[in-house]
């Protein structure tokens, strides 16, 4: 059973420039896709940006030359680096990790608890 814990979150001015790590149970380089997901009071749960096991990255509009993922090898992490924070950013954020397991595709999917971020104007 694949476990993934978020840390990082918390209150931060508008501005600023926060760090999310996601620590799992297993190495993060076996894992076919991470991501990112957040979910704001009322809200959908929307991407906010995922990489490939090839390192291929994606990122939502609203995201995109602010927010950067990476995968930290030595610590075994997935991190996600925020820039210019904004109050609309605010939301609880999910690491989530998927993984191929057969040959006819079947992935297992992995979520963790969340961290809330709150970004005060």
Not at 56 to 76: C, E, H, I, L, Q
Not at 101 to 108: H, K, L, Q
Request: glycine share 10%; hydrophobic share 35%.
């Amino acid at each position: 059973q694949v476990q993934l814990v978020e840390s990082g979150g918390g209150l931060v001015q508008a501005g600023g420039s926060p760090r999310l790590s996601c620590a799992a149970s297993r190495n993060i380089f076996s894992f076919d896709l991470m991501g990112w997901y957040r979910q704001a009071p009322g809200k959908q749960r929307e991407l906010v940006a995922t990489v490939t096991s090839g390192g291929d990255t994606n990122y939502a509009v609203a995201v995109t030359g602010r927010f950067t993922v990476s995968r930290d090898m030595p610590k075994n992490t997935f991190d996600l680096q925020m820039d210019k924070l904004k109050p609309e950013d605010t939301a609880v954020y999910y690491c989530h990790a998927q993984k191929v397991v057969n040959v006819e595709g079947a992935r297992v999917s992995t979520w963790g608890q969340g961290t809330q971020v709150t970004v005060s104007s």
